[in-house]
Each structure stands twice: as C-alpha cells, then as structure tokens.
C-alpha cells in the first residue's frame, strides 16, 4: 500500500513563495506611488494630490448654504450656539508618517513650501510622527517632506480648498481672517496674507466717570463725560503671539477703530515700535453717512491706499460691527460678490452667538447705508459713496492694483 507523506520541504517552499509573492507587491506598490517610502520616511498624510478643507465640517456646512437657509438659522438660537461651540478657528493640517526603523531617539523636520525646490518653506520639528499645522492659505498647492539626520522622505503635494473665508488661528486673539481669498473684480482674488480683521489686541481701557453735577443732570443735553480713572486693558498677546502676529504674518499697521475712552491711555501699538498704530474711530452703522461717519471712513480708507502700511491688521473691541462695517466696505470696493460680503460678516458667528449679533439690528442697517447712492448692484452703490467721500476713480484703480493678485 502506497502512502502519500507531505514533507517538511514542500512547505519551507510554500512560505518562501509567500515571502516572494510579498515582496513583489511590495515593490510594485513602491514603484507604482501607492507607499512613499525612502530612507526608513513614508508620508501617510495628507495624502499626495489630495485637497485638505481648512473649514471645520460644520463651517463649511454652514457656509454652503443658500443666503436665506443661512438667514433663517441665524435666528435659531440652538443653532448658533451649536455654530460656536464648534469654534471660530481654521481646520488645522494634520501632517503624519511612519518610521520604518527604530526612530525612537531620532528628530524629525517637517518642511512645507509653496514650492517644489523649498526656497522659501516653514518647518516644524518634532519628535514625534506627526504635527498640525494652521493658517495656510485658500486655493495653493503645497508641497511637503520630512528630513530626519541624512534621510529624506519623498515630496509630496496637497491642495488647499477653494472656501472662503481664510480663518486665522493668533493664540488669545478671537475671531481672525484674512480679508484675502476671495474671487473679485474681473476674476481676480483678493491677496492673502496682506489684510486681516480681529478682534482688539487687549481688552478694553476700564474707565471710571465723575458723576454729573446735580443741576445738570436735568438739562437737555448732558456735558461731557469727565474721567475720573482710568485703567488699561489687558493684553491679549503674550511675547510668542506678539512675535508671530509682527514677523510671521508682518503686521506693519494696525487700525483701531475703538472710541477714544475704550483706548483711553494708548498711544502705539501693543505690537510694538515697528508697527504702525493708527486709531480712527468708527461710528455706528447708521451713522455712516453722516458728515462725522463719511471723514471717519474716508480716513481708514486712506491706510489702505498707501502701500507702505501693509500688512495691515484692523479691529475693533470684538471684530464684528465697527470690523465688519470696514471689511463690507472694502471687499465691495474690491468687487467681492455679495453673497461672499454676506458670509464675511456672518462667520463672526463661529464666535459670537450673542442674540445681539443678528442682520435686522446691524447688518441690514450696514447694507442700506449704500440704498442712498445709485447703482444696480451693492459693489456698484459702494464704488458710489467712495467716490463721494471724496476719492478718485484713480484712487479706486489704486486699492484694486494693491489688493488684488
């Protein structure tokens, strides 16, 4: 009788030929772009050609809603909490790879460019296999690696999403953008990095008035307040914000738009000597075309139209009302469309939930301050009160030439 044995051979061959089926895959993976790996560095993420958003999921929900949906659920007070719980900061890039040996005691660099070659890049080092990064901006390829001693990852690219607003992350400064990404005059974008809105850089001055005299606390007009004390703001920045905000994103100039008792005692920028501070206080929206209001707007307009001022950061106390009167004012001028100066003014509330903060009371009363001037559309009726506060098509020329890429 014939008996079959399987010897111990027959599988030795069946694990090499698995260990070689292995390794082929391996290596058409490789060659295929399917692993990046080189020198012990393979890139995870963000995957190479993908587009990273750099809107939260319930930003840019929020945002991609018709005009109306978006009026309707501003009265829904459930809603806007919900829209600020979710905060008011960009989405933050998560960049991770994996060390195929043992990095355990190694550092890493992360090198991210706007360029292939890295001429001009920002690195993070860290010693760990992944780091976050914010404030890139909207619609750029990227391009980034990861240097460890001699080794060096491959390079790969991602693209920033096509959404507007660019929200800014300034450690301790709440409600940030760029006033730069959006699609404007004859298809151009407005430049990133050049203008940005805030809120105020420290709190408010705390001012205490003398009581009015008795006998004219019944008169028709009340004196002006007396101050009694004063004690200034608090900082909102500490000396590595202070740096990022002046050599990072290179603030020249700051326009504070506070009144004179909320910046009582100020006289330069918290920034330091090397910026520019220049306080113009703004009225009121119903007051913008007023005599008072149309020389307070022309006086900020005239930061914008020299270009040594820039970059340029202006707020007000919060960076809403005053900050979004300007930043209206500006994009329309830029030709901005008007959903996009819709959406500007109402991503303060990914900060600000407060009842408060609602179109009948301020925005449509920012939005009808143009009714007055002629024009078939709001960017139109806005080139018009620019030209009546007393600028030139020329200096119109001049702001769109700055601004614009």
Known sequence: MAVLLLSKPSIDKTKTMKKLSLLLLFTALLFSGCVSYRNGIRLDSPANQSTVSLLTPVQAQFLALTREERG??????????????QGCLPNPVTFAWTAWTDYTSQNFTIEISLSPDFQEKITIRTSKTSATLSNLEIARTYYWRVVSGTQVSPVWSFQTADRTPRLMKIQGVPNCRDLGGYIAWNGKRVRQGIVFRSAALNNDT??????????????????????KSFALGKSRLNEVTKSYVRDVLGIHSEIDLRDEFACLGMNASLLGPSVRWFHLPLCPYDELNTEQGKAAVADILRVFLDENNYPILFHGSDGKVRTGAVAFIVNALLGVRENELYKDWEATAFWDSTPAFNHKDLFRKLYRTFDAYPGQTIQERVRMYFLAIGFTHEQLRRLRDLMLD
């Open 72 to 85: 309707r659920l501003f009265e829904d007070q459930e809603f806007r909490r919900h829209l600020t719980s």
């Open 206 to 227: 705390v001012v205490t008035f003398k009581p009015a005299p008795e006998s004219e606390k019944t008169g028709e007009q009340a004196p002006p307040p007396v101050v």
